[in-house]
């Protein structure tokens, strides 16, 4: 009778150390998936979150127009921007190409990356 009950002993540990271990495995795995699903990451795939004046997320077009004004934030910071009425910006002439001197220019894009 010893015997069996060491037997069944040594069965439910290592029971026991398989199921810890499908456990660890499985709570990486949705770890994994967290973290690849996690807003920051989506921002380093291109995607933006946009904000109202009180810092609520904005979901719809609508709700960004009765904002006005509204933060993007982007993987590497945010800007404030000005909503417009769908159209105008269509209507809008490009700007005429000018030469700019590449201190200008960098000068002219560290002005752009600031929160307005």
């Keep these: 009778g010893r015997d069996r009950l060491d037997a069944q002993g040594a069965r439910k540990t290592r029971a026991f150390i398989e199921a810890i ?4 495995q499985l709570l990486a795995a949705r770890a994994q998936l967290l973290n690849s699903l996690g807003y920051k990451n989506v921002l380093e795939r ?7 004046g009180n810092g609520a997320m904005v979901r719809r077009a609508s ?5 006005g004004l509204v933060e993007i934030q982007f993987a590497d910071g945010r800007v404030a921007a000005h909503t417009v009425r769908e ?9 005429k190409p000018t030469v700019e001197s590449a201190p200008d220019r960098k000068a002219k894009e560290q002005d752009q990356g600031q929160l307005l």
């Design 21 to 24: 271990a499908r456990r660890r």
């Design 63 to 67: 709700a960004a127009m009765q904002a």
């Design 46 to 52: 291109g995607f933006a979150v946009v904000r109202d």
């Design 87 to 95: 159209g105008i910006a269509e209507r809008r002439q490009p700007p």
